[in-house]
């Protein structure tokens, strides 16, 4: 029964070591902003931070986890970074669905946080283990890139 | 901005449907509608400006039941199709928002309630949202209804004013009566009594010119929510007491539970079984326990007749069925007597899982003779009735919260996530969320048909004289209706193969339905054209290839009578730089598409190395879909559908074996991913025709443009998708 | 003219006796310890053969449980997603054909329910079915052999306990002339003892308890060793890893570097019981798959036991080399970059760096890592290849652990890119698979 720290919060997680993160967040904590979407670590729709590193929750066991200060959709806006990003997506309106864009706001996130000025391959590299189904890929180069250059 | 928590209006007992009340207390000047008057007052306007597309006869439209303005002067905006990504929230809005005179800040879509009489379309009288059709279908519709509440709400200004309305104005939210010093009263002071006023019939539209959001790029509106995390789809249901289910249901079509040992699964504590027909499900306190304890049965299918089919029996009854003369789609000219050399060739199309982003899931409470339910669905009446018939009620008795959907595509116009979530529901004692795994989404899909197309064409002197197209396929239609065709003749299986942009003056289209087994079919994003516009184009293809022409020549050379779609080539074969060099095994590829009411042109550019590997570099699209409400979500919805049928043409086949589908995660049913992601340039071409659908048209548009580059590049000619990438190797080595 | 092709006659005759006796004077597992073999009545010091002390006192059918799971009946017995024991698993062998295991539930119409105790020792021990056809040596009799009659009878027990299954024989398609069985008689005069595990009581009694579980029971040789050309293992090569069904099956002699030496006790002792040992990597394949069926129901006496026992072989070196790597930079652009291999590192970035990250180290699970993984230090890749192909699905603790395949949605060119990739960015060496290498890899295997 470990306790997390979420978006700055401990809760005491009544679930098995072995559960994992996605569902303590989803069906436990009630942050459903961390999509499921395949539960193999193929899309990237659970895509959450440890320590503002990536991860897919889906597959990270909660007892694994420890003191690591795991950030999620919703309160990676409170993050310098986190807001710049939210914002580029806004202004060219990348989202379709916006089933997927959690995730992918959640990678960007991490990407321009270890590498400030991104260019294609890097974006690639870490953008590549998110799928959108809607095909908004274009656009979600495009404001990566227009988040790099905001101030 | 939180505007997409769900606010579902309730219909109650006595059949009213209450804004305000719904709408969670008394803030709303609500408009009460009462269900067996809907056919009131039909608001038309008497002349309609060039492209606004007429009202089919007999179509009312109350206002009433759309609009509801609170005191404060915010626009609730209760609107009958889905926002499932291609941004009906926003151009829906903007429709109603122009012509009430409101900026778009003001509105708040919410879903719907599910009742026909007032929401369905004015081609159907259906509630559903699909084909492209919904800015098609309501365009006039919400345009009159903003311009009929606006001369409502200028009407009961003037009663207030005692002036003549003719002499008012409005602005954003506001009537203005400058005659007398500019006054002003705010359309949230005016909504009571304009609310009591006759519905106008006749309305003015505003004029092109007076358009402040129709035809601009707009913000979306579902954005804000869908960035931060707060925007609530079916999967994101919380209640009270909330349990949550997951379930295997029967792997082969037509299967039975024989026999479940729950051995293993009795060890583990908190748990539900449930058991049905054709269901295993669990039930527990999260996700993650429902899963193990899923994961723990050892459940024993009976398969029936079906379990034994695999997909080489299914290819092989296709084809048989494809030998034999179809049902008449259309004819023109006698195929049998076109002059020329003839080409005979087939084109064949797999079996396709739609795989939205968001697994199927829907949440259902049984309870006091009714039940409530709360999920995202294409057809919110057929969801409400599909649940109200399981449970042998009355459909009042269904109280259904509609929510966004993360992805369509057409998986949700069926409605086996709900009744299978209500049969599991009236097992459990509370509300239950039901949700698939994303192997449960991809193996128990309505799959997108497989076809096979019979086609022969003949040319003489450089222009296509005869040409004849069989359709062979399961059909849709049959399948959720489950009524046999009329003279056999699946007539939404025809689009984009018998419209003749060519102008072929012997030109001959045909169906025959191929009801495949162990599989059910549904619709897939991009509908018939996917099938019907990558064989004609194709063959096109093979027939410029034939003639000793250039593809884009040729096309042009035959688009005399499409002049919209000739433009669109033209222009696109200008923005893709065709016919300037290119380097070895690089070539274009053009399609030239007519469908969903809207012409596009799309150029292909693609690479394929020795090993056969398909590189698709760059795709060019010119899009003419005359009147565009948001310009920029037209964009994206060409950029989304490129991709989406890009990644079919390169990846996608659903196959088949001991009556099972064999994919089942995004491992083995492969997505195309931002590595993989072309550079897409879209340009639109204006005019103030009817709207066309921006939804699919990139999707169908794809394959046939690719496949026709591959062919420029390798010259192989790839007749059957998904492409064959062992074929384009294979070329390397017979050839370099 | 004449003398001269009777010469070449002589030559050939020699040298083919010279290669049929090397083809047949193979020495016996256990040959290589020091030490002459006893009887198993005589041997005093402890009984190697049966159930740990723990079960001694069980029923039958519990013994004959455990014995079952040492022998691991199930992995030959149970087709994919099949019914246990019921059969159907095919055996693809290369040029010869395809044969598929047996029912061996109850039933009588399709199994093994008429079988009495003779019956089912013949065919266990001897290679000899009911109706004495022979049976073909993928079923390991010439391991089973070892066994007790005793504990052939209780593992009967036990599967005889089991809900008979009615399976029907799916037929072998087995070319001329590996469709005649008798021939197999011929076989069995060569390469079956047909005699019970003798002691060596110069060893110690835990070694004894070893040397039965690896050569009665678990037939590891089946795998690990190399076969001769006429398919019968090698003991001169005793346990130095060969290829099986397209999967290395690793040198497990205490070679330092190829094999198991420099493993610590613990972690031997942790990947024979689970599978996996941080460091060293996790089992897959067929491996994985005796791990699961096998050897993860073992005590831990017998697991130490068994590894006793695989510490006295004789070292073979060659093979693959082991080393201990650092895990790679997390960034893709440092260490093995993409340039090289920008197909296999874009594949990975999709589909694989998600779980086992750009390090190399998952951050997901330690189950994922690839670090210091042998199938990783294998320049061939082929481990890895199979892992992409077939995926992993393994229980380790009761718990899953799995890895998905995706060998049906990519092409061999892209398995073969990513496979490269990653033995070049987390192994010792990269290796250089080719599409048509993947294409065999599948063939094999599937
Ligand atoms: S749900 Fe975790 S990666 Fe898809
Ligand atoms: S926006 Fe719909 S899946 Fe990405």
Redesign the pocket.
């Known amino acids: 029964m470990p306790t997390l720290r979420i978006n700055g919060q401990s809760h005491l997680i009544d679930a098995p070591d072995d559960m994992p993160l996605?569902w303590a967040l989803r069906d436990m904590v009630g942050l459903t902003g961390t999509?499921?979407?395949?539960?193999?670590?193929?899309?990237?729709?659970?895509t959450v931070h440890l320590d503002g590193k990536a991860v897919?929750?889906?597959?990270l066991p909660i007892g694994s986890i420890g003191n690591q200060a795991i950030t999620t959709i919703e309160a990676i806006g409170d993050t310098a970074t986190g807001a710049k990003v939210q914002k580029a997506w806004l202004d060219i309106e990348v989202v379709q669905c916006g089933y997927c864009q959690s995730g992918q706001i959640m990678a960007a996130t991490a990407l321009l946080n270890a590498t400030p000025k991104p260019d294609d391959n890097d974006i690639d590299a870490a953008m590549a283990g998110n799928i959108c189904r809607c095909g908004t890929y274009v656009r979600i180069r495009q404001a990566i890139k227009n988040a790099a250059v905001s101030a | 901005m939180t505007m997409l928590a769900p606010i579902a209006p309730s219909l109650s007992r006595r059949g009213f449907l209450t804004a305000g009340a719904a709408l969670g207390g008394g803030l709303l000047m609500g408009f009460r509608i009462d269900v067996a008057q809907a056919a009131v007052p039909s608001a038309l306007p008497s002349a309609l400006p060039p492209g606004v597309p007429p009202v089919p006869n007999g179509y009312s439209i109350n206002p009433n039941a759309f609009v509801a303005i609170a005191p404060d002067g915010k626009v609730t905006f209760q609107i009958p199709q889905e926002e499932m990504g291609q941004g009906v929230y926003t151009s829906l809005s903007q429709l109603i928002a122009d012509d009430l005179d409101v900026a778009l800040d003001r509105v708040t879509p919410v879903p719907a309630p599910p009742v026909e009489a007032l929401y369905g379309s004015p081609g159907s009288g259906r509630m559903g949202t699909g084909g492209s059709r919904s800015v098609r279908s309501f365009y006039t519709v919400l345009r009159v209804v903003g311009a009929s509440a606006r001369a409502m709400l200028v009407q009961a200004a003037a009663d207030r004013w005692q002036v003549d309305p003719k002499t008012l104005r409005t602005d954003n939210g506001e009537v203005i009566d400058d005659a007398n010093g500019g006054r002003r009263l705010s359309y949230g002071e005016l909504a009571q009594a304009a609310s009591a006023l006759p519905v106008p019939t006749d309305v003015v539209l505003k004029a092109d010119k007076d358009l402040k959001l129709i035809g601009k790029p707009v913000h979306r509106l579902d954005t804000p929510a869908k960035v931060n995390g707060t925007a609530q789809y079916g999967i994101d249901v919380r209640l009270p007491g909330l349990r949550i289910a997951t379930l295997a249901a029967s792997p082969v079509v037509g299967g039975k539970v024989a026999h479940v040992d729950d051995g293993e699964f009795k060890k583990l504590p908190g748990l539900q079984l449930v058991v049905l027909d054709d269901i295993v499900a669990v039930v527990g306190p999260h996700f993650w326990a429902a899963k193990t304890g899923l994961d723990a049965l050892d459940i024993t299918w009976d398969g029936g007749p079906d379990g034994k089919i695999d997909s080489p029996q299914l290819w092989q009854a296709l084809r048989e069925t494809s030998a034999k003369p179809g049902a008449l789609g259309t004819n023109k000219g006698d195929t049998t007597k076109a002059e020329g050399d003839r080409l005979d060739v087939a084109y064949e199309l797999p079996f396709l899982s739609h795989a939205p982003m968001e697994p199927q899931n829907f949440t259902v409470h049984v309870k006091d003779g009714g039940c409530e339910m709360w999920g995202g669905s294409q057809v919110q009446a057929a969801a409400w009735n599909a649940a109200a018939k399981v449970l042998g009620i009355k459909p009042e008795k269904v109280v259904f919260h509609n929510y966004m959907l993360g992805g369509g595509f057409g998986r949700r116009l069926d409605v086996d996530m709900v009744t299978k979530a209500v049969r599991i529901a009236q097992k459990v004692d509370g509300p239950v969320k039901v949700v698939w795994t994303r192997e449960e989404d991809i193996t128990q899909d309505v799959y997108r048909p497989a076809y096979r197309n019979v086609m022969s064409a003949t040319l003489k002197d450089g222009k296509v004289t005869g040409w004849s197209h069989r359709i062979a396929a399961g059909s849709v239609a049959v399948r959720m209706s489950g009524k046999p065709l009329d003279g056999g003749l699946d007539r939404g299986a025809l689009e984009g193969a018998t419209e003749n942009n060519y102008g072929v003056p012997n030109f001959h289209v045909e169906f025959i339905e191929a009801k495949p087994r162990a599989i059910n079919v549904g619709y897939w994003r991009g509908v018939a054209p996917n099938n019907n516009v990558f064989a004609s184009e194709s063959l096109m293809d093979e027939l410029a290839l034939k003639a000793g022409q250039d593809p884009v020549a040729f096309r042009l050379a035959h688009l005399s009578s499409t002049p919209r779609l000739k433009a669109a080539v033209e222009r696109v074969a200008k923005e893709a730089n065709w016919g300037s060099p290119l380097p070895s095994r690089v070539g274009r590829g053009i399609c030239a598409q007519f469908a969903f009411g809207t012409f596009i042109a799309t150029i292909a550019e693609a690479e394929v190395d020795t090993s056969g590997h398909v590189r698709v570099r760059r795709m060019t699209s010119v899009i003419d879909a005359g009147r565009v409400v948001n310009p920029d979500g037209m964009l994206a919805q060409v950029q989304g559908g490129l991709i989406f049928g890009l990644t079919a043409a390169l990846y996608g086949e659903i196959t088949i074996k001991d009556g099972r589908v064999e994919q089942r995660n995004f491992n083995d049913y492969r997505m195309m991913r931002i590595n993989e992601a072309p550079s897409i340039d879209v340009y639109m071409i204006e005019n103030t025709e009817a709207p066309g659908g921006i939804g699919e048209p990139g999707v169908t548009a794809a394959a046939p443009s690719l496949v026709n580059a591959i062919a420029a590049a390798t010259g192989v000619r790839l007749r059957r998708l998904p492409i064959d990438r062992d074929k384009l190797a294979e070329r390397k080595t017979a050839s370099l | 003219m004449k003398r001269l092709l009777l010469a070449v006659l002589a030559v050939i005759v020699i040298a083919g006796a010279g290669l049929g006796v090397w083809l047949v004077a193979i020495p016996g597992p256990t040959a290589f310890a020091k030490g002459a073999t006893v009887a198993l009545a005589d041997y005093r010091a402890a009984n190697p053969t049966g159930v740990p002390t723990e079960l001694a006192s069980a029923d039958l059918v519990a013994r004959g449980e455990y014995l079952t799971h040492a022998a691991d009946c199930f992995a030959c017995h149970t087709a994919k997603g099949g019914k246990a024991y019921a059969g159907g698993l095919a055996f693809n062998l290369p040029g010869m054909g395809t044969l598929y295991s047996t029912n061996i539930t109850p039933d009588r119409a399709t199994g093994i329910g008429n079988y009495t105790d003779q019956q089912f020792i013949d065919a266990v021990r001897r290679g000899v079915r009911a109706d004495g056809q022979h049976l073909y040596p993928a079923m390991s009799y010439a391991a089973y052999t070892y066994m007790t009659d005793t504990d052939a009878l209780a593992i009967k027990a036990y599967l005889f306990s089991l809900p008979p299954v009615a399976a029907p024989a799916v037929d072998n398609k087995m070319a001329f002339p590996f469709n005649q069985r008798w021939l197999m008689a011929f076989w069995n005069a060569a390469y079956n003892a047909n005699a019970v595990y003798r002691p060596n009581p110069s060893q110690s009694p835990e070694w004894n308890r070893g040397a039965y579980l690896a050569e009665a029971l678990g037939h590891c040789g089946e795998c690990h060793t190399p076969r001769n050309p006429a398919f019968a293992l090698d003991n001169r090569d005793k346990f130095a890893g060969t290829i099986t069904a397209g999967w290395r099956a690793y040198n497990i002699t205490p070679d330092p570097t190829s094999g198991l030496g420099a493993w610590s006790d613990t972690d031997l002792a942790t990947y024979l019981s689970t599978g996996h040992a941080e460091g060293h990597g996790g089992a897959a394949g067929p491996m994985g798959e005796a791990s699961d069926n096998s050897l993860s129901y073992l005590t831990q006496p017998d697991i130490h036991a068994l590894m006793v026992y695989l510490r006295s072989i004789p070292a073979t070196s060659g093979g693959l080399p082991q080393v201990t790597l650092a895990p790679a930079p997390a960034s893709y652009r440092q260490g093995v970059t993409p340039d090289a291999n920008p197909r296999g590192a874009a594949i990975f970035a999709s589909a694989c760096a998600?779980c086992h990250s750009w390090t190399g180290v998952s951050s997901l699970s330690k189950y994922a890592t690839l670090t210091g993984d042998r199938a990783i230090n294998d320049p061939s890749a082929m481990n890895v290849a199979q892992a992409v192909i077939h995926g992993v699905q393994r229980k380790i603790d009761g718990k899953a652990v799995f890895m998905p395949s995706f060998g049906a949605a990519y092409s061999n060119d892209e398995i073969a890119a990513v496979a490269n990739y990653v033995t070049a960015r987390f192994g010792a060496e990269g290796a250089a698979l080719k599409a048509s290498d993947v294409a065999k890899l599948k063939d094999q295997s599937e």
């Open positions: 996605l999509k499921f979407g395949c539960g193999i670590a193929q899309c990237g729709a659970c897919r929750s889906c597959l | 998600s």
